[in-house]
């Protein structure tokens, strides 16, 4: 386990690095370091201070979020195809955003589109715990979520159908598809409070976890709450999942397939699994980040669109690999 947390670190480290030097501006790599590390309106400080580095901090952000997510809802509903927008969180931050852009509020102030976002994340867990209830099993809070997802999706559908705007549509199109680009250090203040909020949360659930993949009953009896702890993936999981699509849209994947990766690498016990998975998640959004702005540099690639191309296919190999597996 320490082993793998030291490479995995070691990996995110390298990758956040050469995040720093890629990029349309063919600035030498001493000269971009330089940059980084003076101040004034140098034209290079000003490309990594301003550019690059908001970008290498948010991959990180929303990768490490993405992962630690996914790995613990997996571990909370025993189901290694959970993936963190299945209790709606996504489709409610981006429905927000989306009526941002709508109504023009947007194009008015920059802000406007992560802190609508943010809302439509806070109104959707809302709704989701409220729907649950405070007592029910895992099966109704999966049910709730599929609901809130189902809405947001068919309102955000609705507002693209009825939309005059074609301006708008094309932006709230390519904003869904999910990006890095053109991020500012605003945005990482944005969305740092709520994602180190939900890294706290997320991260004290290791022990009741584990205890209850010996089953519900069994986790009861060891002094595992139930309601509590459910309580808390829901609340760690709108902050890190709202703050990364209120940032950077939607990118998918991240959270299903970085869990399923890893978990034969940590013996399957989700304590050690959440660290890993954030790890896991950060270098593989930073990965994909590099790689959109190095694969077609003259077309603007979403960073969700190769996400995704990526990780369906993995994660169908992965599901026959399972299969032939068993007996």
């Given at each position: 386990m320490t082993r793998l947390m030291v490479a995995l670190s070691a990996l995110v480290l390298a990758l956040f690095c050469l995040s720093?030097?890629?990029?349309?501006?063919?600035?030498?790599?001493?000269?971009?370091?330089?940059?980084?590390?003076?101040?004034?309106?140098?034209?290079?400080?000003?490309?990594?201070?301003?550019?690059?580095?908001?970008?290498?901090?948010?991959?990180?952000?929303?990768?490490?979020?993405?992962?630690?997510?996914?790995?613990?809802?997996?571990?909370?509903?025993?189901?290694?195809?959970?993936?963190?927008?299945?209790?709606?969180?996504?489709?409610?931050?981006?429905?927000?955003?989306?009526?941002?852009?709508?109504?023009?509020?947007?194009?008015?102030?920059?802000?406007?589109?992560?802190?609508?976002?943010?809302?439509?994340?806070?109104?959707?867990?809302?709704?989701?715990?409220?729907?649950?209830?405070?007592?029910?099993?895992?099966?109704?809070?999966?049910?709730?979520?599929?609901?809130?997802?189902?809405?947001?999706?068919?309102?955000?559908?609705?507002?693209?159908?009825?939309?005059?705007?074609?301006?708008?549509?094309?932006?709230?199109?390519?904003?869904?598809?999910?990006?890095?680009?053109?991020?500012?250090?605003?945005?990482?203040?944005?969305a740092l409070p709520f994602t180190l909020l939900g890294w706290l949360v997320l991260a004290r659930l290791g022990r009741g976890l584990d205890a209850l993949t010996l089953g519900e009953d069994a986790a009861a009896t060891l002094g595992v709450h139930l309601g509590r702890l459910r309580l808390l993936l829901v609340l760690g999981t709108a902050c890190v999942v709202g703050a990364s699509t209120a940032v950077a849209g939607t990118i998918g994947f991240v959270g299903l397939v970085v869990p399923h990766l890893l978990r034969p690498l940590v013996g399957a016990q989700p304590s050690r699994l959440l660290p890993a998975s954030a790890l896991g998640g950060a270098a593989m959004v930073l990965a994909a980040d590099i790689a959109v702005r190095l694969v077609v540099p003259e077309r603007d690639l979403k960073l969700g669109v190769l996400t995704a191309l990526v990780g369906a296919p993995l994660f169908l190999h992965l599901i026959y690999k399972t299969r032939k597996e068993q007996p």
């Open positions: 720093l030097l890629v990029g349309p501006a063919r600035i030498a790599p001493a000269d971009s370091l330089l940059g980084l590390l003076r101040g004034g309106l140098d034209p290079v400080a000003m490309v990594m201070r301003e550019i690059r580095l908001p970008r290498a901090i948010l991959a990180v952000l929303v990768g490490g979020s993405l992962g630690l997510a996914g790995a613990a809802m997996q571990g909370y509903l025993r189901n290694p195809l959970a993936e963190p927008g299945l209790i709606g969180v996504s489709a409610s931050a981006a429905l927000g955003a989306v009526i941002a852009i709508q109504s023009g509020l947007a194009a008015a102030f920059v802000l406007v589109l992560p802190l609508m976002a943010l809302a439509g994340a806070l109104v959707g867990v809302m709704l989701v715990l409220v729907l649950a209830g405070p007592r029910d099993g895992a099966l109704t809070l999966i049910l709730a979520g599929i609901a809130i997802s189902a809405m947001a999706g068919a309102i955000t559908q609705l507002v693209l159908n009825l939309s005059k705007n074609p301006f708008a549509v094309n932006e709230i199109v390519f904003w869904m598809m999910g990006s890095l680009a053109d991020r500012s250090l605003t945005h990482v203040w944005l």
